[in-house]
């Protein structure tokens, strides 16, 4: 696998831009390579990738998009010997980032462009105008768009009526994100389940795919300490920690590794996991 750089990007805010790098995009290139994977996070206003601090998929460093020498800094990052992550933040840090790439050429070193949306309006009309800003300074850039926070894969074109269009007929309208884009990137995005061990696994400081490889026996811990566990809340601990590593090696079985084989397909990648 040669050294893959993937970029995580929305103009607009709240779509779960660092949870998609750090819980699919990570892992990916982690799991490809079994190596740590450098993670860059672009953005003035927030950090959230310390919200992973106790991960060991990555390398992380903040990058300040404020700084006077910011394109040569993006040159340096981007032209690396490295397998990398970037995740970059919305609202005017796009603007300033997709510029820097562009007039210094590094976008010619991104191999796959990941742009999230929830099933708002708005959200399909910024995935739009992103996905159109970036067409139009590189024509053969490689796409995929995550549906994040999906109620479930089986009326996943019903929830995101904004990326799919009106399917049910009700308004006669077509307008939707498909209908902006070229055929050859209408149909390549992920629905990333909506699931409480997101939320869990990030307060554990962890990815769900770092979750799911664990494999200690908490039931046998639970049967084996019972008697002597002298507080009920060390009982509930165990036990949630055995619901959390199901629940997550669940989640990597049914969305993550069928996520990351479509973005083999993207990548044009041999899937040997």
Known sequence: ????????????????????????????????????????????????????GDSNLTKRELVEVSSDILREKITDI????????????????????????????MIHFIDLVVIPLLDGEQDG??????????KGMRPDLKFVFILNRAKNHRYIQYQFDNY??????????????????????????????????????RKFGLTIYEIAQDDRDFISQLK???STMSKEQEVKLVSF????????????????????????EILGEDNDN
Request: glycine residues 6%.
């Open 164 to 201: 799919f269009g009106d399917i049910r007929g009700i308004f006669n309208e077509n307008r939707s994100v498909k209908n902006y884009l070229f055929d050859e990137d209408k149909n390549k995005y992920i629905a990333m389940l909506d699931d409480d061990i997101i939320k869990y696994s």
């Open 241 to 264: 920690k055995n619901y959390i590593q199901k629940a997550s090696k669940t989640y990597y079985e049914d969305v993550l590794q069928p996520a990351y084989k479509k973005i083999d």
């Open 1 to 52: 696998m040669k050294n893959i750089k993937i970029m995580v990007i929305s103009s607009k805010g709240g779509v779960g831009k660092s949870s998609i790098s750090m819980q699919l995009i990570a892992p990916y290139l982690y799991q490809k390579t079994n190596q740590k994977v450098a993670f860059y996070e672009f953005d003035d206003e927030n950090s959230d990738c310390l919200s992973y």
């Open 78 to 105: 981007v032209s690396k010997d490295e397998v990398a992550c970037f995740d970059i933040g919305g609202n005017k840090t796009t603007t300033v980032v997709l510029d820097a790439l562009n007039e210094n050429g």
């Open 224 to 226: 084996l300490n019972m």
């Open 125 to 134: 009309i910024n995935a739009s105008i992103i996905y159109s800003i970036l």
